[in-house]
């Protein structure tokens, strides 16, 4: 059984029927596969879909993301503290958010699913990097 941690990014291309992403996501979705996605993560899901298509849209999309089989991981303790110290150590290079993520992953072990390049440098091959260019 494979981890991933999901990135904003795929869940928009999921969303938008992208075929790289489905089967990675129908698999966990279906609990052949284990994924992860951190609170603040999926915030950033929200307010990016929120902005292009419609708080409505967000909401219905946040909904669903919420009851499946995606386990949802809090922004708290340790995880916190290996986010902010990816942050010092990669700077302005990632986000706040993408720092989470990396975190995440490394706790887990798991294999990040992305659209951002900078996630794929930092994590080489831990790292599935689908591009949106």
Sequence with gaps: MSRYVIDAGVLALYFAGDERVKNYMDRVLRGIDEGYICEVNLAEFYYKTGEILGV?????????IRNSRIKLVP???????QAAKYKIMYGRK???????LIALAKKINGIVLTTDKRIKEVLEDKCIYFSID
């Design 56 to 64: 409505e849209v967000a909401d219905i999309r946040y909904i669903s």
């Design 75 to 81: 922004v708290q303790g340790e995880l916190t503290r």
């Design 94 to 100: 990632i986000s706040l958010a993408d720092a989470f």
